[in-house]
């Protein structure tokens, strides 16, 4: 039906040929689309792939594990492989073990028949599995429910802060007129232009003086004002009609009543905006946490990851399970909440 109606407005109307600028677009389009979701579609499949699967080249799309089998006799399950034997012959033969360029295979079966293969001559039986205990282990052996439980109380008390500071900071500068209005808005915006890790050690220092390195709360308070918060609730609230506020203030209203009742509510689209920036900034943060988190116990999901990569082996199985689960919080808020990007950011200040 959708396609139809698109095919039906390409140029020259409906029953034309496409022009070669429609097959343009849409391929452009295609690509794009190719190109924005095609890293996500393989790091979710190769979540559920093992270690071993993970190390194969070439690399396969879709999870795949060789197919083992359980032999009369043999202690374990054995891997089957398609082999090729002298005569000819193709047959799927289990391997009980490999001594250099030969593998000692049998018959599942008839286990009494044995052959001695060259290793060049098989070929691994495959077939799609899914290895749910790269999610399941790590969220049982490495305390990654603690980790996201660290996260989301970072993510959701730092988000109402910024939310709490930022607005009063801009309704101050949106609403109220005092000498060096001007100069502290060029401040505040001048604030961008400046690196965290500038500021790494100076913040560090304070943090530590005031005794909450290793806390949650010194991830939380460091970064609850932000500049880009700022000047994004100020181009909003400049945009709201002046005689209203003047109508408050003239029916005895105060201050805070102005902001809470009036201008807060008015303001939800940019605030609903901020919200998603405040909730992908501090859900995906890494580097602050890992300068003042050295305790497990307050780790939080990034700095959890980072626990599997060690000197000399990085347990990518787990690694990459752990990263689609860590992303899937913000996916689905923005998947939720996108509408209020293009509506809130349309009307901060752009009009």
């Not at 202690?75 to 047959?91: A, I």
């Not at 009494?112 to 205990?133: C, N």
């Not at 980790?147 to 101050?172: E, G, K």
């Not at 859900?283 to 300068?291: I, K, R, S, Y």
Request: avoid cysteine; glycine fraction near 6%.
């Amino acid at each position: 039906m959708r396609l139809g109606i698109l095919l039906g407005q390409r140029r020259g109307g409906p029953g034309r040929p496409l022009h070669w600028t429609d097959i343009a677009a849409y391929a452009y389009l295609a690509l794009g689309v190719v190109l924005m979701f095609g890293p996500v579609v393989w790091l979710v499949l190769s979540s559920f792939k093992t270690q071993s699967a993970l190390l194969e080249f070439p690399p396969s799309l879709l999870p795949v594990a060789q197919v083992e089998v359980t032999v009369s006799g043999q202690p374990q399950k054995l891997p089957l492989f398609r082999t090729t034997l002298p005569d000819g012959t193709v047959r799927e033969l289990a391997q009980v073990r490999r001594i250099g360029l030969l593998a000692q295979m049998v018959d599942p079966a008839d286990p009494s028949k044995q052959f001695r293969v060259a290793i060049d001559k098989r070929e691994p039986v495959r077939r799609v599995a899914l290895a749910t205990e790269n999610y399941t282990e790590p969220l049982q052996r490495f305390a990654f429910i603690r980790f996201l439980f660290n996260s989301v109380f970072v993510t959701v008390v730092a988000t109402l802060i910024t939310l709490l500071i930022n607005s009063m900071a801009a309704y101050a500068l949106a609403i109220y007129a005092f000498p060096g209005k001007q100069a502290a808005t060029l401040a505040v915006i001048g604030t961008l232009m400046i690196p965290m890790t500038i500021i790494l050690v100076p913040v560090y220092l304070v943090v530590t003086e005031l005794g909450l390195s290793n806390s949650l709360w010194a991830v939380i308070l460091p970064g609850a004002a932000t500049p880009t918060g700022v000047f994004l609730l100020r181009q909003y609230m400049l945009t709201l009609p002046k005689d209203l506020i003047e109508a408050a203030r003239m029916d005895k209203a105060s201050e805070w009543q102005i902001y809470w009742r009036i201008v807060m509510p008015l303001t939800l689209p940019a605030l609903a905006v901020l919200s998603i920036f405040s909730i992908m900034w501090r859900w995906n943060e890494f580097l602050w946490p890992l300068a003042v988190l050295t305790k497990t116990e307050v780790y939080t999901l990034q700095i959890g990851l980072n626990a599997f990569q060690g000197e000399l082996q990085t347990q990518w199985h787990y690694l990459l399970a752990m990263t689609v689960v860590t992303l899937a919080p913000v996916a689905l808020v923005f998947v939720f909440l996108q509408r209020f990007i293009t509506t809130g950011i349309g009307s901060t200040g752009m009009k």
